[in-house]
């Protein structure tokens, strides 16, 4: 493998931007970038100094000097540029949702196995230090076994319907846009998979879920609440409840500090570390690292596909489809 890896966008969006100043902070620079519009590559690529533009998507993933593609395009057309990518040999780091749904991402997985290349979701929360540090305290018996963890995030959206968070075109909606954090939060402090699903779901006026409640269960008994919300504003707040005291996480996405509560004591102490401002960094730090050892077992692939277990299982007993899906 060689020293340095050559990083390719696709997208100029607000994650494209974090991408590249994150580069930037890791001392080298974005190789590549590729849009559908030409004209916002080529703006992308003076803005940050990109030595390629290219003039089709396509092209991009047949370059033989890149490395690692970030796709940062809606997530709904993140299955076709995925198989391309990796078709040619490209490692894959894939924004949140990874895929529309279970199917997609197991072939994507098994091709992805079957070529010898690393795939991952840009989950911020398998990559912030403060979730390192958590589930370091947790797995060391401190606080007790985990028994219930409860989850809000609800952002308060105009019903603009052409927009992507209401777009059933687009793959709108609140699992897919911000249940995907939530979900990936109770399963990193939860030992098993969840089993027992129950849930309820308010449609958006066009389709998609607007609002959730859902409820989850495993096998051992652990269970968590998860409150989404796409037209009215909640805290994104996680609370991990153990049996000898709780913690307690705000703006748990991107979170760099988390408060924990002793149950018989009452004491209050904090645990900091790393910055929210540098998630992109982090995301990037590890994705690069288990390519060059070959070692993808910190990009929590097992948790990104049984949160995307859940999310199909929920929609298919909505029986809200996107346009052309099949579930």
Not at 11 to 37: F, H, P, S, W
Not at 41 to 47: D, S
Not at 279 to 289: I, P, R, V
Request: with cysteine; charged share 25%.
């Amino acid at each position: 493998m060689k020293d340095s890896l050559n990083w390719a966008v696709l997208g100029t969006g607000v994650i494209a931007n974090e991408m590249a100043q994150a580069l930037d902070k890791m001392g080298k620079k974005l190789y590549a970038v590729g849009n559908r519009t030409y004209e916002k590559a080529v703006a992308f690529a003076e803005k940050y100094k990109v030595s390629k533009v290219y003039d089709k998507i396509d092209d991009m993933f047949e370059d033989d000097k890149v490395d690692i593609i970030y796709i940062t395009s809606p997530h709904n057309t993140h299955y076709e540029f995925m198989k391309k990518a990796l078709e040619h040999g490209k490692h894959l780091f894939v924004e949140k949702s990874i895929t529309l749904n279970s199917r997609e991402l197991d072939e994507m997985i098994a091709l992805a196995e079957n070529k010898g290349l690393i795939l991952a979701e840009a989950m911020t929360i398998w990559h912030m230090p403060i979730y390192k540090e958590l589930w370091k305290l947790v797995n060391s018996g401190e606080l007790g076994r985990v028994q219930m963890i409860t989850v809000n995030f609800g952002s308060f959206k105009e019903y603009d319907m052409n927009n992507r968070f209401f777009n059933m075109k687009l793959a709108g909606g609140a699992l897919l846009d911000i249940g995907v954090y939530a979900l990936s939060i109770v399963r990193s402090f939860m030992d098993e998979k969840p089993s027992e699903i129950l849930s309820q779901w308010k449609p958006s006026p066009t389709g998609c879920d607007e609002q959730a409640s859902i409820l989850l269960k495993n096998s051992v008994e652990q269970m968590a609440t998860v409150a989404l919300s796409l037209h009215s504003k909640q805290p994104k707040r996680a609370m991990i409840s153990c049996e000898k005291g709780y913690i307690e996480i705000m703006e748990f996405p991107r979170a760099d500090k988390a408060i924990i509560v002793d149950a018989q004591t009452g004491n209050i102490r904090s645990i900091e570390a790393g910055e929210a401002s540098n998630a992109l960094y982090y995301e990037m730090q590890d994705m690069e690292g288990a390519v060059k050892n070959k070692d993808a077992s910190g990009l929590c692939l097992g948790y990104t596909k049984d949160v995307m277990d859940i999310m199909t299982e929920l929609r298919r007993a909505w029986g809200m489809k996107y346009p052309g899906e099949s579930l």
